[in-house]
């Protein structure tokens, strides 16, 4: 049950028949349902077939575009056979968050269903390629602002945004406190839950995540709001 989105009677039969192990290994080899597709169509109904990669199509109408950014993702979850490949990533999806109540993403549909993309590519494969991925994708960028993070300079005085070498920290991968292998939190010896990391982790992590901004011909600062500016890994610039 806990393995799609609410099994058919023909998909119990088949575990019936193949048992868990060889219905979750036909799960492996199925090919990923992706999301950015269909966004690609209603970009194509609106261009008359001419579509224009620099151009934010969701300017047109932010209502069709914004909203159509949920379509694929309920047409895969009731009727994409990948199920298992839909479920992780939409468990992923709940960790490695971006949204579309962000004002800079509300209109990046594309964007938005491309990351989804990224999720389902990586959901059944290695959580540090993941990881990768999510870092220098536009719409995380974007969301936790590390999309034009530019290097300290305390005569003005500027430092890195800490928002998304927080968020990597303490959501993303080891979490606040030393665990035991049963979960509970380890303990010093005065009785007091361990900490994995200080500010000055962060601090220095944040450093690292500096210099990028979207792929974009206007270079850093530029520009980077066309649609295809948010399909593309953010690349650095210094």
């Given at each position: ?114 990351y989804y993309d990224t999720l389902l590519r990586h959901a059944l ?5 993941l990881l990768l991925d999510v870092a220098m994708h536009p719409a995380m960028g ?97």
């Amino acid at each position: 049950m806990q393995s799609t989105f609410g099994p058919t009677p023909d998909d119990i039969a088949k575990i019936r028949q193949l048992g868990y192990e060889g219905w979750i290994n036909e799960q492996l080899a199925l090919p990923p349902t992706y999301h950015t597709p269909y966004i690609v169509e209603v970009k194509r109904d609106a261009a008359g077939n001419n579509i224009d990669p620099t151009y934010n199509y969701s300017d047109q109408d932010k209502f069709v575009f914004g909203n159509n950014a949920t379509t694929p993702f309920a047409r895969a979850a009731m009727g994409g056979e990948d199920q298992l490949r839909q479920r992780v990533a939409f468990a992923l999806s709940e960790i490695l968050v971006v949204s579309r109540r962000d004002a800079n993403l509300e209109e990046r549909p594309e964007g938005i269903t491309h990351y989804y993309d990224t999720l389902l590519r990586h959901a059944l494969g290695n959580y540090g390629d993941l990881l990768l991925d999510v870092a220098m994708h536009p719409a995380m960028g974007t969301y936790l602002s590390h999309a034009g993070n530019q290097k300290a300079d305390p005569s003005i005085p500027r430092y890195p945004d800490e928002n998304f070498a927080r968020e990597l920290m303490q959501l993303f991968t080891i979490g606040l406190w030393e665990l035991n292998p049963d979960g509970s939190r380890k303990l010093d010896v005065h009785g007091e839950p361990i900490p994995t990391y200080d500010n000055g982790v962060i601090t220095e992590l944040a450093r690292v995540f500096t210099g990028l901004y979207y792929d974009s011909p206007y270079g850093w600062g530029g520009g980077g709001w066309a649609d295809e500016h948010f399909t593309k890994p953010m690349v650095m610039y210094a």
